[in-house]
């Protein structure tokens, strides 16, 4: 039954047009399951990113991009490595146009929860910037700062989490290393009496 149910939801997906005819993530692997209690959820996939690589914050040709690269230096402060987190986007297609993030966030949103139901041993969830977070407390969020940092009890599908924002982890972002710092040491105190465990498979 799980099987079938899944096979529906792959059908579901690729044949998806509500934000147009976009360039999608494979189904197959537009969750990287990792070894984490954590999930990292960002925005949506860079055209020259994952979608290719099919390996999160990674080119085709194997180099972490920008944004891996400083979120690499974060997860260093949990002692992780990035190819050991989950990770997953907010939006499942290549979104050129930044004003269409919160529509296609929210065309998205039952893909993500429904993988959001898949984890196992993962109750934290990390998102990156504005419209993951926005979707997640399904809330409008006037000024991002206020929320950054800060640590909400969300329940989705029946199932508890514990919500941190923080800042997009970009080159161009100025805040997304030095003002991400302390949210991870603020998190490494979380995780200290949590096992980093091998993957289960849902």
């Known amino acids: 039954m799980k099987r079938q149910n899944n096979i529906l939801l792959k059908e ?3 044949d998806c047009k509500l934000c147009g005819n976009l360039q999608k993530l ?31 914050f990674y080119n085709k040709n194997g180099k972490l991009q920008g944004s891996g690269r400083i979120l690499s230096k974060l997860l260093a402060i949990l002692n992780i490595n990035i190819d050991d987190i ?16 919160d529509l296609c966030s ?6 993500l929860f ?14 990156l ?16 700062s206020d929320f950054v940092g800060r640590v909400f009890n969300i329940e989705i599908n029946s199932k508890k989490f514990k919500l941190i924002p923080i800042y997009h982890p970009s080159p161009v972002n100025p805040k997304g290393y ?4 302390a949210i991870f040491e603020m998190i490494n105190d979380m995780l200290i009496n949590t096992e980093i465990k091998e993957p289960k498979d849902s």
């Open 12 to 14: 579901e997906f690729e």
């Open 26 to 56: 494979d189904y197959d692997c537009m969750l990287q399951k990792g070894r984490t209690p954590f999930i990292i959820i960002g925005e949506s996939p860079a055209k020259d990113g994952w979608i290719e690589s099919h390996k999160a």
């Open 86 to 101: 989950n990770f997953t986007e907010c939006c499942k297609c290549v979104i050129q146009d930044r004003k269409a993030l």
């Open 106 to 111: 929210n065309n998205c949103k039952h893909f």
């Open 114 to 127: 429904k993988q959001l139901d898949g984890l196992v041993d993962c109750d934290i969830i990390i998102t």
């Open 129 to 144: 910037g504005l419209h993951p977070t926005q979707i997640l407390l399904n809330k409008k969020i006037a000024r991002f």
């Open 178 to 181: 030095k003002n991400n710092v």
